[in-house]
């Protein structure tokens, strides 16, 4: 028996059922379906539809149904189209007949909206909580790796020398741009569509504000028509992801890099590494060619969602039990992959020596011409001599330091025994002291702010 049978003849076509229920999907929503079951039982009694006596009979069933389902000892029947039907029949077989008042006044389309969004309200604060845990890894990578100097690239070109502890933190600011997202996506989807029925709003007179402050809401929704068809706060959570991913994935593709032979910046801890089943030295960073290649699932699933919604009129349609499915998944994986993330790092080793020696001289250049502004030469200037003098080492063979005051002298005059002293990583770094640069002492500044946020 299903819900709706009254006015049919026929069962549904076994296939067409097998399409049709949303159980395996949507069971995992039974303690959200629960928690709203029993607050709609208290609003019909507060709005005089059905007896205290009853809300008790309702609340009390509800709650061993709940036991039932916590315990795995609840069985479901293949007549259970999704969760909401196996829980209401569930209830009516534990207090009879009263059970079938609990379902007075509502309808399964705003149901689920309301339980979608309370398990929205509770996975985002642990996925919150992941994503802090891997800024706070970060944050310890930072303290922990502030000797570090590696040369900073752009267009994948060496460019100036940085702090490592600049780079990490680089991607802890990423990740807290993802986390203020995530936080108002929850705001936004702190609304209540229970009340809203079918499509045209409820006929007894529930009071929705009291209903929303009950099931923890912020405020009931202002249209009945937009509640039960909006799943705005599903597509933000799955572009969250996406963006999320893709931040993750730029971070494990640097690291994939860096821990390369060629590079040897990083080394990755045995736990987070895989082998070869036939090239005994191989050790592969597995799981950070999985954050990559995750990140494209995470854009597919925001996709899949966009597309189901694109063609929906108004109001509810069947099309929207897809919904679940995409952020389902999108948020299993995020809650293994932002642990195992996290474990990468904490656990890598940094090849101290290996940084600072893949350091090419020549990114020294712009410190170099800073040098001749210094001394008054207009900075246009200072650049073609500078790139003159990296010319002229290429061509000796020697570089930046090994070329000798003459060889400077005979590119510009402007050049002094003094210019050697410009020509060290450390000083590098550290005149870039600007607000947000990588001195060593602007890092620190950084690094504070950053664990303050954190707090
Ligand atoms: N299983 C459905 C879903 O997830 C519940 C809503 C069913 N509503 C309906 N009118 N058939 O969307």
Excluded at 115 to 127: S, V
Excluded at 316 to 328: G, P, R, S
Aim: glycine content about 6%; charged content about 25%.
């Amino acid at each position: 028996m299903t819900l709706w049978s009254g006015r049919f003849r026929a069962g549904l076509d076994s296939l067409a059922s097998v399409l049709n229920n949303s159980l395996p999907v949507d069971k995992r929503l039974f303690a959200e379906d629960i928690r709203g079951s029993q607050a709609w039982a208290r609003a019909l009694a507060a709005a005089g539809v059905i007896t205290p006596a009853e809300m008790d009979i309702l609340v009390k069933g509800l709650e061993s149904v709940l036991e039932e389902m916590k315990t795995e000892t609840f069985q479901f029947l293949e007549a259970d189209e999704d969760i909401h039907t196996a829980v209401e029949r569930r209830l009516t077989e534990l207090v009879g007949p009263t059970g079938g008042k609990l379902h007075t006044g509502r309808s399964r389309n705003d149901q689920v909206a309301t339980d979608f969004r309370l398990w929205m309200l509770e996975e985002t604060k642990h996925l919150d909580a992941a994503v802090k845990s891997l800024q706070q890894a970060l944050v310890k990578r930072a303290e922990k790796d502030m000797d570090v100097i590696l040369p900073g690239y752009t267009h994948f070109q060496q460019a100036q020398p940085i702090l490592l502890s600049h780079w990490w933190l680089s991607h802890f600011w990423a990740l807290q741009r993802d986390r203020e997202r995530l936080n108002q996506l929850a705001q936004r989807a702190s609304v209540l569509p229970l009340g809203s029925a079918a499509l045209a709003g409820t006929t007894f007179p529930i009071d929705r504000f009291i209903l929303a402050n009950d099931l923890g809401f912020s405020i009931p929704s202002q249209n009945s028509l937009d509640a039960i068809s909006d799943r705005d706060f599903a597509a933000e959570f799955l572009f969250w992801s996406a963006m999320t991913g893709v931040h993750l994935s730029r971070l494990a593709e640097a690291l994939i890099l860096y821990s390369t032979i060629e590079y040897g910046f990083v080394t990755m801890a045995d736990e987070f590494s895989t082998g070869s089943s036939l090239m005994p030295q191989k050790k592969n960073p597995d799981m950070l060619e999985l954050t990559r290649g995750k990140a494209g699932t995470f854009v597919g699933l925001l996709t899949n969602l966009l597309t189901t919604l694109k063609g929906l009129p108004s109001a509810y349609d069947k099309d929207l039990q897809e919904d679940k499915t995409a952020v389902f998944e999108a948020a299993d994986t995020m809650s293994v992959l932002l642990p195992v993330v996290e474990g990468v790092i904490s656990t890598l080793t940094v090849n101290t020596e290996r940084c600072r020696k893949a350091i090419h001289p020549a990114v020294l250049a712009t410190d170099l011409a800073d040098y001749l502004v210094i001394k008054g030469v207009p900075f246009r200037s200072a650049h073609e001599a500078v790139g003159k003098a990296v010319r002229m080492a290429e061509e000796k063979g020697e570089s930046l330091y090994t070329l000798t005051l003459a060889d400077y002298q005979s590119i510009h005059p402007s050049f002094g025994e003094d210019l050697f002293g410009a020509l060290s990583l450390e000083a590098s770094v550290n005149r870039r002291n600007v607000y947000g640069g990588t001195a060593r002492d602007a890092v620190v500044e950084q690094l504070n702010i950053a664990i303050k946020m954190l707090e």
